[in-house]
């Protein structure tokens, strides 16, 4: 076991890591509830909005351009996929829906091979200008990014929450988290309320890509797979808590980046998210009431 | 039972089991004569990769299970049959149902928690412990003829190639040796659809709570097309073994399984054609296109289309909709030309809303 000292470093990437997770994984949830879409291509959407952000730098865009340019991308493509295939696929069970998402997650991931091709050898990467300015806890540097990723990890796991409890859009997606025929026969306009879960999903997919291009890596693959490690902490919520979601994720890049000191485990940390998943899902799963599946699943 | 023990002589002259017949025996004699070396290779993998679709069809289409992890299952038993190579001199078709048998155990394992979860869990279920597979062979390694359980050795210079049948040492030969392997395998799902495991799986995937009041036993028959798919998956990966000779686990990358799921989607998961169709699309478009000098990438980007479109409007997947489209087709075609006529001497009738 490496001493303390050695760990302390990784508490502060860890806890950025696991911020950037709690807001994807936010993201996921309400757009889970509001549509019934657990939505794959998150990641995919992200890291397309990064590589975009990376080409309007290369051609010496200003620094807030890219950033904005990055999160309309990630959020135009996700409300151009919700609003052509999400009515289509309403009915379906939830894993046909998941599944059409992985459709949407290979053309993306087609699309940034072939325009940003990665053979060469060359490397991108997407630098913020927060890397440069932080400060010190007793021995450890802390970059203001590193700060940014977990507070915006906080605030809009927090933003969510009350925008879900006392805001009238909220409300109509929780209305249809419950029963989306029913809320439709209340007036509420259920395409309308669902574009806007698609839209707020898209963009927090964004401002994650461009996070996470930044902490991790600008790579295409990467960014894509990443979505996993968030998928992870929405599974311990089980799709609906997103305060357990927050939680969740931040434990897993906590663990993660802990577990990189540790010579014997180093290698097997980017197991964490599943390991973790894994065991909470079948701790979660007991006691299960079956419930009676939809036709045409 | 009845209907596989009671197949009688006139059967065989079905025009289905003639055409079938027929194909096999032009892909067992003639094709591998006509093929350049490259294209040989590729229909190799072609037939290792119509196992893993059929047995992902057994899931997805038989019993409604979606596993976003197969190629994980592949790589085990690719894994397996490479160690036992290496370290015994048994003959292959015995490693090949040892692989089969140590990848099917490994499924059971994953399996019997696994199966608690249902349809959107159990998918991404699958897909973290693929990760986790992922990860652990990234850092085991496949055996190269290292010593240890383990069997890698990463100081050796000359790695010595994973052997192939004595019987089936050339490529050509292989390739055939591998076709054969994938029509037993194909005859295994038969023999489990047209018996009571495939009536039991139909019900459960129309409904598992009408299945288990039916008294159906369906934590058995679940367990059970997991471990058929697992067992068939490790058999197509000591196949793999042999025919690339060479195993690295960046061969396996998680990605994998997800486009897998979607090429045995586009193919169609509800018939046995489909599995073929998914490993042509698998394994041969790639060749051709690269042959071609085309990117791979339009491929991955036609998969993804080719998975949207297969869920919003044809679920039966392509092995369904090319023949009833084309039977439409001849159907426009001679009745295109009779309605022309028919339009010139008769007033068109009115419609009937």
């Keep these: ?297 | 039972m009845r209907r596989l023990n009671g197949l009688r002589l006139s059967d065989l002259t079905r025009p289905r089991i003639l055409v079938t017949t027929f194909l096999l025996l032009f892909v067992l004699l003639v094709l591998p004569q006509l093929m350049s070396l490259y294209y040989v290779d590729t229909m190799t993998q072609v037939a290792v990769y119509s196992m893993v679709a059929l047995g992902l069809g057994v899931l997805v289409g038989r019993v409604g299970l979606v596993s976003l992890g197969q190629a994980a299952v592949l790589a085990i038993g690719a894994w397996v049959a490479a160690r036992l190579l290496f370290a015994t001199s048994q003959p292959y078709l015995l490693v090949l149902l040892e692989a089969g048998l140590a990848t099917m155990a490994v499924g059971i394992i994953i399996g019997l928690p696994a199966l608690r979860l249902r349809g959107l869990y159990l998918a991404l279920i699958t897909l973290m412990l693929a990760g986790g597979i992922t990860v652990v062979l990234a850092t085991v390694n496949f055996p190269n003829g290292g010593h240890g359980f383990l069997g890698y050795d990463g100081g050796l210079l000359h790695i010595p190639p994973i052997r192939r049948p004595s019987f089936a040492a050339s490529d050509p030969a292989y390739f055939r040796f591998a076709v054969i392997i994938a029509i037993a395998m194909f005859g295994l799902v038969l023999a489990h659809i047209k018996t009571r495991p495939g009536r039991a799986w139909a019900a459960i995937r129309q409904s598992e709570p009408a299945a288990l009041a039916a008294g159906i036993n369906t934590w058995l028959y679940k367990l059970w097309a997991f471990a058929l798919a697992s067992f068939i998956t490790g058999v197509a990966g000591g196949v793999l073994a042999g025919a690339i000779h060479y195993l690295y686990s960046i061969n396996f990358p998680t990605q994998d399984s997800i486009t897998l799921l979607a090429v045995v989607l586009m193919g169609g998961a509800y018939s046995l054609w489909g599995a073929v169709v998914a490993g042509l699309l698998y394994q041969f478009l790639p060749s051709l296109l690269n042959n071609w000098g085309v990117s791979a990438d339009w491929l991955t980007i036609l998969f993804g289309i080719g998975v949207l479109q297969v869920l919003t409007t044809a679920p039966a997947g392509l092995a369904d909709q090319v023949p009833r489209d084309l039977a439409r087709l001849a159907r426009r075609l001679r009745g295109g030309g009779r309605s022309k006529q028919a339009a010139k001497d008769t007033p068109a009738p009115e419609r009937v809303p």
């Excluded at chain 1, 996700?78 to 009915?91: D, E, N, R, S, V």
């Excluded at chain 1, 977990?150 to 929450?161: I, K, M, P, Q, S």
């Excluded at chain 1, 894509?224 to 799709?239: D, K, M, P, Y």
């Design chain 1, 1 to 297: 076991m490496p001493p303390w000292a050695d760990f302390e470093p990784f508490i502060v990437s860890g806890l950025a890591l696991g911020g950037v997770y709690a807001l994807s994984g936010v993201g996921l949830v309400v757009l889970y509830r509001a549509t019934g879409v657990l939505y794959l291509a998150f990641g995919a959407v992200g890291a397309l909005g990064a590589l975009t952000a990376w080409s309007l730098a290369q051609a010496s865009a200003p620094g807030w351009l890219t950033w904005l340019a990055c999160i309309a991308v990630s959020a135009a493509v996700t409300l151009g996929y919700g609003t052509l295939f999400g009515p289509a696929l309403a009915k379906r069970d939830p894993l046909v829906k998941a599944v059409a998402t992985i459709g949407l997650t290979l053309i993306l991931y087609g699309l940034m091979d072939l325009l940003w091709t990665t053979s060469g050898g060359q490397a991108r990467s997407l630098t913020l200008p927060t890397d440069n300015s932080g400060f010190t806890i007793g021995q450890i540097t802390v970059t203001d990014t590193q700060v940014i990723a977990l507070a915006a990890g906080v605030v809009l796991t927090v933003a969510t929450a009350a925008f879900l409890r006392f805001t009238q859009l909220g409300t109509a997606m929780r209305a249809m988290a419950n029963d989306r025929e029913i809320t439709a026969t209340l007036g509420v306009p259920v395409r309308r309320v669902e574009a806007a879960a698609w839209l707020g999903c898209g963009a927090l997919s964004g401002i994650a890509g461009l996070l996470l291009a930044d902490l991790v890596a600008l790579d295409a693959t990467t960014l894509t797979f990443l979505v996993i490690s968030s998928l992870a902490a929405v599974l311990i919520a089980r799709l609906r808590s997103i305060a357990l979601t927050f939680a969740a994720a931040l434990v897993v890049g906590l663990l993660h980046d802990l577990l990189t000191p540790v010579v014997s485990l180093s290698n097997y940390r980017d197991m964490t998210p599943f390991v973790i998943a894994a065991i909470g899902l079948l701790v979660l799963s007991r006691h299960r009431v079956m419930v009676q599946s939809r036709e045409g699943a």
